[in-house]
């Protein structure tokens, strides 16, 4: 099948110069939210807590914090990439493109990714001025990282399809995205949950996520690596089986 | 010579349960400049809209160049360029920037080029690095115009393209067209102002209810209801039309001043002679007479109704 790169490279060009635009904001605040994050939890905090399973508590909260800030900006960016044409009606160029479906995800999502795992990369560097964190699998954390961004980003377009209203696009990340990162560990090991609270921990998906990519950081997390890997892989063929759908029918983007 | 857009049996109902096209077939001539006429909402954005791909048919089949718009719509994309009837633009990109995505996104490689000679004949290279929302709403036309050239279509569809448009563009709009058709390009508009197509066009599609009710050749159209309308100016006010006159379907204009008879040039007997010779006999003068050509308005309204009253 031919593979049109002009029109994915056009759209991907768009949207990273969109990303431009706001540049400085969008590259200041993850700094800034980080240090504060290191300051409450990693100081205050930690210094109470001090160790999690032998690794220091600054350094453990490190992956839950770049996957918790991957999957906010991938739902915000992604969710808005194709909203906004929809919602300001420029969609019918994009629509009567001689672009396939397959062809305006990879571009719409790349784009998204690309700035998720940018952000990603900055909030670990930043880490760096107060915690030292040793990575122990860099190429499996990049190739997580790498994944989970695009996972992240079909979820937030298919949102952003979805959304009929600049209510739902921000409902979902507010109502359900926030608490599931939150309740999935990224500040804290299941294991210090009670008996019965961690059985009911173990139906958020991103426990699992968050588990397999504190692994690739200190070579264990809260379940085993394959689970981790499993679910991952189980929620990006879930996202991919629903783009695809929304596409053929033409949900909420053709009449 | 094969049609560059066959549409055959197209229908499409919304899911609001509105039918917006019942079995529609028209075939579109290479090169020429084609008007789809009617009033609102009989259905003319809905037509372009599924030739585009921007609107799924409920049935039929359309091809552009030979192309199944489903089935092969990246060859049929290629070749269609789109000026919508809405104004939707984005508000952030540069009018250069915005230009030359349109071009990448129908999959050409860039061409800066040609891009300039496009800005140039809209009147946008001055504008080129404005933000579009700086821009007025006939500049914002403007640049919704260059971005349907970008790509260099070989059909071009203007939806409503001077509703709401300025002298100046108008004008701009109409050289642009002719200059684009001098160059092969197959040029499809709809409107609801009847002069337009009859400026413009070369055949005249008559679409109502969703429903296509003539294609024409717009001088044909024109020949064929070629209705003329005599204008009387009466010597004196006349308050009501005399008995005498019942004959001829009159109508008092002006106050009474005015006395018009509306006749078809073919006619064998078109009646002006004998209702001449009738008011002389009454006594009824009249200062000056004219006749002039019904305009297409006329037609079209004539048109409607004799599709409306004929069910
Ligand atoms: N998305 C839609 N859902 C339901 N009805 C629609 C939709 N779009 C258009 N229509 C209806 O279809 C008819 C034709 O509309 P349209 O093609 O826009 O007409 P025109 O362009 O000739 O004014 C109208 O009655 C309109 O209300
Ligand atoms: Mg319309």
Redesign the interface.
């Known amino acids: 099948m031919?593979f049109?790169l002009?029109?994915v490279?056009?759209?991907y060009?768009?949207e990273v110069?969109?990303f431009g635009?706001t540049v400085l904001t969008s590259l200041i605040t993850p700094v800034i939210t980080t240090s504060l994050y290191f300051i409450v939890f990693g100081s205050a905090i930690g210094s109470r807590m001090t160790e999690i399973g032998g690794i220091p508590y600054g350094a453990f909260i490190v992956p839950g914090l770049m996957m918790l800030t991957m999957f906010t900006e991938s739902i915000f960016n992604a969710s808005f990439g194709i909203y906004m044409p929809k919602w300001?009606?420029?969609i019918?160029?994009?629509?009567?493109?001689?672009?396939?479906a397959f062809e305006t995800v990879v571009a719409y999502v790349g784009a998204a990714a690309t700035k998720s795992i940018v952000i990603a990369s900055i909030i670990f560097a930043t880490a760096h001025l107060f915690v030292d964190v040793q990575v122990a699998h860099p190429l499996a954390m990049m190739a997580f990282m790498l994944l989970m961004a695009v996972t992240f980003c079909l979820f937030g377009f298919i949102l952003g399809i979805w959304a009929q209203s600049f209510e739902q696009l921000q409902v979902v990340p507010m109502l359900v995205v926030m608490p599931m990162t939150f309740l999935g560990g990224a500040f804290y090991s299941i294991d210090m949950l009670p008996a019965a609270w961690r059985t009911v921990t173990l139906f958020n998906p991103v426990v699992y996520l968050i588990s397999g990519f504190r692994w690739t950081f200190f070579g264990k997390g809260d379940v085993a690596i394959e689970i981790s890997l499993a679910a991952v892989f189980a929620f990006l063929l879930i996202c991919l089986a629903v783009v695809g759908w929304m596409f053929r029918t033409?949900y909420r983007l053709?009449? | 010579m094969q049609p560059i857009i066959s549409i055959s049996d197209l229908t499409k109902t919304y899911k609001s349960g509105h039918q917006a096209l019942k079995r529609v077939d028209l075939e579109i001539r290479k090169g020429e400049i084609f008007a789809l006429l009617g009033p609102n909402g009989a259905g003319k954005t809905t037509l372009i809209s599924i030739i585009c791909g921007i609107v799924r048919p409920s049935s039929g089949m359309v091809t552009a160049d030979g192309h199944d718009i489903v089935r092969d719509y990246r060859a049929a994309r290629t070749k269609i360029g789109l000026v919508p009837q809405e104004l939707h633009t984005d508000a952030f990109e540069t009018v250069l920037a915005t230009v030359s995505f349109s071009r990448g996104l129908f999959g050409k490689a860039p061409n800066p080029a040609y891009i300039e000679k496009i800005l140039r004949d809209l009147s946008l290279w001055d504008k080129r690095k404005s933000k579009i929302m700086e821009l007025s709403g006939g500049m914002k036309r403007r640049v919704m115009i260059a971005k349907a050239l970008s790509h260099e279509p070989e059909i071009l569809f203007l939806d409503e393209p001077t509703a709401g448009v300025d002298v100046e563009l108008r004008r701009d709009m109409w050289g642009l067209v002719h200059e684009l058709r001098q160059s092969g390009v197959t040029i499809i508009l709809t409107t609801h102002y009847i002069e337009e197509a009859e400026e413009m066009a070369d055949r005249v599609g008559v679409i109502s209810k969703g429903e296509l009710i003539l294609v024409e050749e717009k001088t044909a159209l024109m020949k064929k209801l070629g209705k003329k309308t005599l204008t009387l100016n009466l010597s004196e006010q006349m308050t009501a039309l005399p008995e005498g006159l019942a004959d001829w379907t009159l109508e008092l204009k002006d106050d009474g001043h005015e006395l018009e008879y509306v006749f078809d040039t073919h006619d064998e007997r078109t009646g002006i002679p004998s209702l001449l010779r009738r008011m002389s006999d009454l006594g009824i003068g009249f200062k000056d007479l004219n006749t002039r050509q019904s305009s297409l308005e006329e037609i079209f309204v004539s048109l409607v109704h004799d599709g409306a009253g004929s069910k």
């Open positions: 031919a049109n002009h029109s490279w056009a759209i060009k768009f110069a969109r635009r300001s009606g420029t019918y160029e994009l629509l009567s493109a001689p672009v396939s033409g053709k009449n």
